[in-house]
């Protein structure tokens, strides 16, 4: 009888063999695993490496860089231009100068829409005003803006155009308060020879820990009236807000409205009534401030600055608790590191990070969403903006027509308010996406100031026939 015991012993085997194959696999791959875990864990443990030391005095990034080479490879990635459908810039080339040394620019606003030279007609924003670029540019756009040879601007401006930590303290002897003080005050020629570099990590990070810190004073007692006015006594934002908070408070050092203060010029940013447009307005309008005198029309006229910090804080995402730095600068890994992209630019160029980790749809719709609201924004500044020129055409009619200032007065008030309103949203740098609900209500009130301001300069103007009212007429 032929039983061939042989066969299940070469089955046993070749599965035993197999077994053994696959459990020899799985322990490698399990071993490569933890092996894998162990370098992560232990690259974690050292966030940065201490290449240098770094002081509160070291102002140049690329010295900061050599301890913090990931963050510093983004920094250096701010000298793209790159446009979005409302925003970012052209590279222009154009050939240097001794008066201007740039060989790139960004295409002129005030090109792309004219009706922005009459809005600020007899202002040095008339003269030349182009569209933002990065981080990279900041000083070297304000250096050379045309701006500077229509008006004497003041060391002031620095505050949002260089890195100023050192330039402060060395001007105050060690006081920033001080110092920020003196700069203000001093011609811009003069203050900037005390600069060297655009905003720089100094500016955001304490050097001994890496914590956000603010170091703009100008901040510092926007922040404590602001926090008055609700309530809070003796604020102190580097001691009392919390790191999310801070994440939006170091960009709001610059990107902010704000105005020069007395014959000191000294930088004041006016939220002690509050953020919104209307308590801005009122501020300015108790203290009796004008940034000029409109030249058509003699209105003493507002001319709003870049006021994202105050839109978006009147927006959905600052209510969601979702700082600056979550859409513009959102978190990325690099190996076992999670660090914050220091290139910072619109969230646009960067949907997939900066927006996908809350909204879970296509980066085409997020996309879409976007750029709906920003039309319809658009739009609405369009009608605002034909409204305030059509005042000022009925202002300039009148005033041609002899009307007196009393009787302008009221017709002037509606372009202030209406001008402000408009520009308010026309110089906040999202096209209306921080706030789009707030961006309405203030275009659709800045539309309300024109018409009514039409009304009233209407009635001063000659009826075909006759002649102006006598009322009205200057003396």
Known sequence: MNTHPTQPRRGSINRFLLAAILAALVAVGALAMLMNIFERKQEARS?????????????????????????????????????????????????????DLRSIISQSKIEEDPRLKQMWAGYAFAKDF????????????????????VVK?????????????????????????KGFDKICAMPYAESAKLVTHPVSCID????????????????????????????????????DATRQEMRSYVCGQCHVEYHFKGPE????????????????????????????????????????????????????????????????????REGAHKISDHHVRSPLLN??????????WSEQELKERVEIIQDRTYKLRNVAMDALLDLIEDLKAAKAAGASDDALKAGRDAQRHAQFYLD????????????????????????????????????????????????????
């Not at 039409?454 to 003396?475: D, H, N, Y």
């Open 47 to 99: 966030p940065f490496f201490r290449v240098v030391e770094l002081t509160d005095d070291t102002t140049d990034p690329a010295i900061w860089g050599k301890n913090f080479p990931l963050q510093y490879d983004d920094y250096k990635r701010t000298v793209d231009q790159q446009r979005t459908r409302y925003g970012g810039s052209e590279a222009l080339p154009r050939t240097p100068t001794q008066a």
């Open 130 to 149: 182009r569209e933002e670029r990065g981080h990279a540019y900041m000083l070297d756009d304000q250096r050379y803006t045309e701006r500077q040879h």
């Open 153 to 177: 601007q003041p060391g002031a401006c620095l505050n949002c155009h260089a890195s100023m930590v050192t330039a402060y303290k060395a001007a105050g002897d060690g006081d920033i308060v």
């Open 204 to 239: 955001c990070h304490d050097p001994a820990t890496m914590a956000l810190r603010i170091t703009r004073p100008a901040f510092m007692e926007g922040i404590r009236n602001l926090k008055t006015s609700q309530g809070v006594k003796d604020y102190d934002v580097n001691r």
């Open 265 to 332: 010029k000294r930088l004041t940013f006016p939220w002690s009534k509050g953020l919104k447009v209307e308590q801005i307005t009122a501020y300015y309008d108790e203290s009796g401030f004008k940034d000029w005198t409109h030249a058509d029309t003699g209105a003493p006229v507002l001319k709003a600055q870049h006021p994202e910090f105050e839109m978006w804080n009147q927006g959905i995402h600052a209510r969601s608790g979702v700082a600056c730095a979550d859409c513009h600068m959102p978190y990325k």
């Open 351 to 360: 949907i997939n990070r900066s927006c996908q980790t809350c909204h879970k």
């Open 424 to 475: 308010f949203v026309e110089a906040e740098n999202s096209t209306g996406f921080h706030a789009p609900e707030e961006a309405a209500r203030i275009l659709g009130e800045s539309i309300d100031f024109s018409r009514k301001g039409q009304k009233a300069v209407r009635e001063l103007l000659p009826r075909p026939g006759t002649a102006a009212p006598t009322a009205a007429l200057a003396p």
